[in-house]
């Protein structure tokens, strides 16, 4: 139960001294309640006007007017001057939905100098771009992107917001959530509309990926959520779609930043980003050791592919995490996934079964992936990938 300061506030300072852990600060003559809260209460008994109370009690001081919330946003994640696919998968979706309610779609640009990255927000479906850019923001911080998303939240209203479940995106998202009072369906696998109420129906797996839940939203304002990379394709990029910019000025200075970054180590290389892959070669436990990884790293690197791997290749020590391919690891939909030595779990499916073109090595004609495979061969893959790798690579050579 979160305390939330009500517009009653007369922004008299009474409540930052007593607050044992800083978590009040005043702001533009307001209280402003930080993460630092503990709901230890001592803010409530001091103020002189009783704008400070406990997120229950305020259920009907706070109940919003919702029909002042419009528009679908898509936040467009921006690593080194480049939108992350995802965010241009979610303006595909963020399409569907506005289309659906009748409203506006727009993207949340944040950053410096990112402002020519409007065109492919447009291209890929957007109306409109909110823009913020400033030198402070150049990076991700979790301070200043949480102000400036969530000061865009209360002065322009969206009715539904979607956000990459990634790094970024999975700290980024339920801290906004938190500030402006709603709630947060992460790691969604679909969205439509519930025809009953009109709300977004966010699906999710749940129980271990035994049951889909379907959550609605339907007290509090804007409905949020976050869905992995490569759930949903990448729409055609339409250049000859234009858009309103939105500028909003920064209000995040360099004091309110409390992180620095020092300095980028790169541990990721095109093999294990798996997410914005085209083509993937992942290796199981049909490997048989580690040392056969060569096989699926060698197919890889001819390919100019990445590496997966499935959870039983993982949890040998054969690969680290971060290749890992399903439920509990990436959810990739590259065009070309090779599965090696995988018997096809329903597990590691569900990470990759949105893969445009499937193809199975395995020396079993009855394994499971199979079923699911566009293309199979059966045979023993320490013979099989070799000869796949000489082969593409007399075609590469011409
Ligand atoms: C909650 C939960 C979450 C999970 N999440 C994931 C996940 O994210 N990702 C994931 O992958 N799994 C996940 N799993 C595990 C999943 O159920 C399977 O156990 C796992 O995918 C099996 O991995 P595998 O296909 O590599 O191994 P196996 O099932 O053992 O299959 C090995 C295959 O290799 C073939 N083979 C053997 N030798 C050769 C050879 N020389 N040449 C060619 N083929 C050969 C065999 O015929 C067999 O089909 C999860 C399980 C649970 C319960």
Redesign the pocket.
Known sequence: MAVLVTKECIGCGACEPVCPFGAIEMKDGKADITVACTQCGACIEVCPVGAIIREEEAKVELAIDKSAYKDVWVYIEVVEGKPKNVGLELLGEGRKLADAMGVKLAGVLIGDKVEGLSKDVFAAGADAVYLVEAPELAHYSTDGYTATFTDLIKTYKPSVILLGATNDGRDLGPRVACRVGTGLTADCTGLGIDEATGLVAWTRPAF??NIMATILCPEHRPQMGTVRPSVFKRPEPDYSKKGEIIRVASKVKAADIRTKLVEIVRVCTVACNLEEAEIIVSG?????KPENFCYIEDLATVLGGAVGA????VDAGWKPHMH??????KTVGPKIYFA?????????L??MSSSDIIIA????PD?P?FKMADYGIV????EVLPILTEEFKKIKAG
């Open positions: 271990g990926g199981g436990r049909g490997l048989g499935s959870r039983a290749a890992q391919v399903g439920q509990t690891g090696c030595g995988i018997s096809g779990a329903i597990q590691h569900a990470g090595v395995n020396k079993d394994a992936i045979g023993d893959l320490t």
